[in-house]
């Protein structure tokens, strides 16, 4: 079955820098990539997906890019703002149900 | 649009106990997953409905849960007798139809058993 791998586990950076957070996956039939933030108390939101016939997605300070070849994507925010603190997840799927990493605990320090 | 609705928020109960979670997914959403989520980890799948039939079962415990989808809208998930590694957050999605469409998911259910 579908394994997806997600690094880094934490991450830091200041107000206004980039973050970036990377996830492999195994199936290479997988053609639906969802990325989700979690924050504490609440359940997982969906913030931008990628399919497999597309490379990036960009939504204002999101972005998602897509490497079928080597089976990876990344999730990129720019100008990250303390309301960006959260857990991240990737997920990988192929006309099945979700297979989620383990999710990215981001801070944002203001 | 109302979410995804789960009741209660949180349960806190004793080994041995049974404990029921509901959920009421987005109106006209077809498909309904359970998933668990354990302290540090991504969600997994339980059990996924589409309409009122249980599609995928693979991963749910069938010695102590159940669940069932009766008219095809809302959902029961329930554990009897709960053991204390139950303890984690049940989390329930809908989507439109099944495969790659999107899932929202509910703010879940935080078991504690003691």
């Known amino acids: 079955g579908e394994n997806v791998e997600q690094h880094p586990s934490t991450l830091s950076v200041q107000e206004g820098d980039s973050a970036v957070i990377k996830c492999t996956y195994s199936d290479s039939a997988s053609n639906y990539f969802p990325w989700y933030k979690q924050e504490l108390g609440k359940g997982p939101q969906l913030i931008i997906d990628i399919r497999s016939n597309v490379g990036e997605k960009k939504d204002q300070r999101i972005a998602v890019t897509l490497n079928k070849t080597a089976k990876h994507f990344s999730l990129h925010i720019t100008e990250t703002q303390p309301e960006d603190s959260a857990v991240y997840f990737c997920?990988?799927?192929?006309?099945?149900?979700?297979?989620f990493g383990k999710g990215t605990r981001l801070s944002v320090i203001a | 649009e109302a979410g995804v609705v789960q009741s209660p928020r949180y349960k806190i109960i004793e080994k041995k106990q049974p404990v029921a979670f509901w959920c009421n997914p987005i109106?006209?959403?077809?498909?309904l997953y359970w998933y668990l989520q354990n302290l540090g980890q991504g969600p997994e799948l339980l059990i996924r409905y589409e309409n009122e039939e249980a599609v995928d079962d693979s991963q749910l415990p069938k010695d102590r849960f159940s669940a069932e989808r009766l008219k095809g809208v809302d959902s029961t998930l329930k554990i009897q007798p709960a053991e204390l590694g139950d303890s984690a957050v049940y989390l329930c999605?809908?989507?439109?139809?099944?495969?790659?469409?999107?899932?929202?998911f509910g703010p879940g259910t935080r078991l504690t058993v003691l």
């Open positions: 109106s006209g959403h077809n498909t």
């Open positions: 997920a990988a799927s192929r006309d099945t149900p979700l297979v």
């Open positions: 999605a809908s989507s439109l139809g099944r495969g790659a469409d999107t899932q929202y």
